[in-house]
């Protein structure tokens, strides 16, 4: 089996990550890049270097997938290592584990801590637990490569605490670029959901009360739904197994051909094979499909389901994301769900890097009510940002303009008041070097002097100093000089204040123009003498 371009750079990058001597990686790829083609392709070399390989994942479902994909890409077999089933003994090199088993005491007890070479875990985000470190700890020089999907958690738990690089990263929007992947077009329905009384649970929202918040809508949901999914193959996920199997009740009230499945469901098996043969149009799931399950000709996905985690949105989502023959592209319902505290995932968090890239994005897919590629709402969003961006500046920097306007420049009061000593200023002692304190600026602005030409506390100081000194012989201030100097008047800050104000007077008395008969070039005031 052929690997793809940048699964061949994946499998180069994490052979050159362990040969440069760090131990521990993680690869990162969309899901339906095919990880677990990548990894299969790793453990067969591996193998061929001597290593034995233990794969390692939580669920059932996704070591009889990987052992499979590995059968399939590379012709090699696995041994098993889980419930009653074991690896010891067997001449197979590479051995798919579950988790909850290894982690066990007396199981991890009958293997040296050299046993396994190489340690692969599938779906890596869930490795920070204890059931995982367990078996980390009891192979210690082991190369380990963490493949997952999603690089973030819920608990917001750092995952650098485990692996010390990122080998590899594939992005959404790269593999639909390159054609990999499903382009994905979304959707906001314009229904309100109040979340505002849902608690909160590890970090996300309470399921139970999820469940009790959602059940008032799901009719209004039923009904919004027939003017998008009735031609298509939906997923819908949701908080809790009575919430999904009654949402199927309602959607089968409404016309549609709706199934769900749970982890209790005796007849799941089934009931995958007649959704994914049409027999089904939509099904329902309390959460129990976001990993190890796969049907390609999904085109519509409904998050009823609403999460602050990042990782398992992107879950949901990637039940849509494969190409399919038919297929142009995804689906996406977001609803217009109402809390006061948190911020909610959208569709936007698949694509957008940025926060506020991503906020813009939300807010112009609900104004737009209908559905909207992704990548080119990203771009929209983006170019509004930088408007918006672009905008605020040009503010500020008039505002900045206007108070500037108001304010006297320090060379000007300097030359204003003939100041020589402070022209001349020169900083001598270490206090007097350091920039002006933000409390200087704060006081020099108040007064009327513009901070920003002032490079040092000592400076500062002085002009503190000798504005004070001017209030208290009676001298001009600042902005007496800033605004009869704008006027063309000389040597302003030599005059007395009351001198400067009867004249300010006298110009606001005449409609803020100088009267006629005062020449400002040659005007000495009375007090100066002729």
């Not at 299969?40 to 994909?69: F, P, S, T």
């Not at 066990?104 to 985000?125: M, N, S, V, W």
């Not at 100088?514 to 005007?523: A, S």
Request: hydrophobic share 35%.
């Amino acid at each position: 089996m052929e690997l793809r371009p940048y699964q061949r750079e994946a499998k180069e990058a994490i052979f050159e990550n362990w040969d440069n001597g760090t131990r521990r990686t993680l690869l990162v790829l969309p899901t339906g890049c095919g990880k677990t083609i990548v990894f299969a392709k790793i453990a067969e070399e591996c193998v061929r270097n001597g290593d034995r390989v233990l794969i390692l994942a939580h669920r059932g479902e996704l070591l009889q997938q990987a052992a499979d994909k590995i059968a399939k890409a590379t012709g090699l077999g696995c041994a098993t290592e889980k419930a009653e089933e074991t690896c010891l003994g067997s001449w197979f090199r590479i051995v798919v584990g579950s988790v909850q088993t290894m982690m066990q005491e007396k199981r991890l007890g009958q293997f040296p801590e050299d046993y396994f070479d190489t340690i692969i875990i599938d779906e890596a985000h869930h490795c920070i637990s204890d059931s995982y470190q367990r078996v980390l700890q009891h192979f210690p020089e082991a190369k380990v490569l963490g493949v997952t999907a999603t690089p973030d958690r819920g608990d917001m738990r750092n995952l650098g605490s485990v692996f010390e690089s990122m080998a590899y990263e594939y992005t959404l929007p790269k593999a639909i670029k390159e054609g990999y992947l499903s382009p994905i077009k979304a959707v906001t329905i314009p229904l309100k959901v109040d979340l505002t009384g849902v608690g909160m649970q590890s970090g996300d929202f309470k399921a139970s009360d999820l469940g009790t918040a959602l059940d008032p809508y799901l009719h209004t949901i039923a009904e919004e739904m027939k003017g998008y999914c009735q031609e298509r193959k939906t997923v819908v996920f949701l908080p809790l197994v009575k919430t999904s199997q009654k949402f199927r009740d309602i959607l089968n009230e409404n016309g549609f051909r709706a199934a769900e499945v749970n982890g209790d469901s005796q007849d799941r098996a089934e009931i995958l094979k007649d959704f994914e043969s049409d027999r089904y149009n939509v099904l329902c799931n309390s959460m129990l499909l976001t990993e190890g399950w796969d049907c390609p000709s999904v085109d519509c996905i409904v998050v009823l389901r609403p999460t602050k985690v990042r990782s398992l949105y992107c879950q949901m989502v990637g039940r849509g994301t494969r190409l399919s023959q038919g297929k142009d592209h995804l689906l996406l319902l977001d609803f217009l769900w109402h809390t006061e505290r948190h911020e909610l995932c959208h569709p936007a968090h698949l694509i957008c890097e940025s926060e506020e890239v991503a906020q813009k994005m939300t807010e112009n897919l609900e104004e737009a009510g209908c559905p909207v590629d992704i990548e080119e709402a990203e771009k929209s969003a983006s170019e509004d940002v930088i408007a918006q961006r672009e905008e605020a500046l040009a503010k500020k920097l008039a505002e900045m303009k206007r108070r500037k306007k108001k304010l006297v420049d320090p060379l000007q009061f300097e030359m204003s008041i003939q100041a020589e000593d402070l022209a001349g200023y020169v900083p001598a002692f270490g206090w007097e070097m350091a920039p002006p304190s933000d409390k200087q600026k704060s006081t020099l602005e108040k007064l009327g002097i513009l901070p920003d030409g002032i490079d040092n506390a000592g400076k500062a100081s002085k002009l503190l100093d000798r504005l004070d000194k001017r209030r208290h012989e009676g001298l001009t201030t600042p902005k007496q000089i800033r605004f009869l100097e704008s006027r063309g008047f000389l040597h302003v800050g030599t005059w007395q204040f009351e001198t400067a104000k009867k004249l300010i007077d006298r110009i606001a008395g005449n409609g803020w123009r100088v009267p006629q008969e005062i020449n400002p070039g040659e005007y000495i005031p009375e007090n100066i003498g002729a």
